[in-house]
């Protein structure tokens, strides 16, 4: 039956990345005989005493960007929703999943304008440091045959494969610096963070994870493992209507190229909103085992929006759909189309992070078996 070969697209991580990669980070079935994955979110939670030693010195302020203090810290919660569907003589099926992630941000050091300090730093003045770090995990998988109900909170329970490449995260992060116009300068820590995520991973879960990620950028580490919109919005040019494009190249497990366009919609006193629309170009089929799955094409839209005073992404929702076709070894064609939903939204820090968010638009009744 192909009711267990529902592929995923996985690419890697966190993110509107989402934009193919957010597709939930580390996926892959542990079954690699079913190749079944749809990867998902929900809910996390921080200790209710993680802000109580968090007084930041008022007098620091990091250079440019007036609405950033050393010792703030911004909470946020993480959500990657996915559905695969396909089209069968005998109906249509499909396969869920929902990750949750909660992480929280702090300003750990600016550089001023002293010239010493800026040369021992080997940053520029107005650099920012931001450390980033991963509360918890839960994943809520729903394929038949492959349910998944996982919480790094609870750790005595049983951690499923697919599962096994979040157990890390949480208490783990890095670093990175933006500078004074709020662009991505450099990651510190990222490659030593990667192996303590995957530290309790299995060997083949390991070198999925690092194949995925081979060929890409800081830029995109920093938008599949936090969020696209950090480090998206220029600072120094908030103008209505202004538009600028990226372009990300995806090479494992499926080589697709996005198209990202990215416009200011909107301009208010302390927010921007961005609207974010591209497509999905596929590079080439890809032979999975006995199946061969090729990606037809897909389209990204959404919306961000920016504190403007910190330059950090306050809530965002990008929807992708991509459309596939399954060849398999007998000469059938199944029709797939894969939905990925991504959320970001900032929690205030008197919230009870432990309520799951709402679902962004791939309601938990609808699943169709």
């Known amino acids: 039956m192909l009711k267990s070969r529902i592929l995923p697209i996985a690419t890697c991580c966190l993110g509107i990345a989402l934009l193919v990669t957010s597709s939930g980070w580390f ?21 209710a005493s993680f802000f109580d030693d968090v007084e930041p010195p008022a007098a620091v302020v990091a ?49 001023g304008n002293d010239e010493l300090q800026v040369a021992s730093s080997q940053q520029n003045a107005g650099d920012t440091l931001f450390n980033v770090r991963y509360q918890n995990v839960k994943l809520v998988q729903d394929i038949p045959g492959q349910e998944i109900n996982y919480d790094s909170d609870q750790p005595n329970s049983p951690v499923p494969p697919q599962a096994e490449a979040y157990q890390g995260l949480p208490g783990h992060g890095f670093s990175f610096w933006l500078d004074k116009k709020n662009r991505l300068r450099n990651l510190v820590g990222f490659q030593d963070f990667l192996q303590s995520c995957l530290q309790n991973a299995s060997p083949e879960q390991r070198t999925f994870v690092w194949n995925s990620l081979a060929g890409m950028t800081e830029e995109d580490y920093l938008a599949n493992f936090i969020d696209d919109g950090m480090g998206l919005l220029p600072l120094d040019t908030i103008v209505r209507g202004k538009t600028w494009q990226r372009e990300r190249k995806i090479h494992q497990p499926l080589p697709v190229n ?17 609207a974010v629309g591209g497509t999905v170009t596929p590079q080439a089929a890809q032979e999975l085992g006995d199946v061969q799955l090729q990606i037809v094409g897909g389209r990204i839209s959404g919306r961000c929006t920016i504190d403007r005073h910190t330059g950090l992404p306050q809530n965002s929702r ?16 199944i029709p797939q189309t894969k939905q990925t939903i991504s959320q970001l939204t900032a929690v205030p820090e008197s919230d009870d992070l432990r309520e799951p968010l709402p679902y962004a638009g791939i309601e938990k009744e609808s699943r169709l078996r």
Do not use: C, F, W
């Open 318 to 333: 990008v929807e992708q759909v991509m459309q596939m076709v399954v060849h398999l070894p007998g000469g059938e064609s």
């Open 27 to 47: 996926g892959k079935s542990a079954d690699s005989d079913d190749k079944a994955e749809a990867e998902s979110e929900q809910t996390a939670a921080l200790p």
């Open 258 to 274: 996005l198209q990202l366009t990215y416009t200011i919609d909107e301009v208010q006193e302390s927010l921007v909103e961005l």
């Open 63 to 111: 250079p440019g960007q007036n609405g950033l203090r050393i010792g703030n810290r911004y909470a946020y919660l993480k959500t990657v929703e996915q559905r695969i569907t396909q089209d069968q003589a005998v109906g249509a099926t499909s396969g869920s999943s929902r990750l949750t992630i909660g992480l929280t941000l702090e300003v750990k050091d600016t550089v």
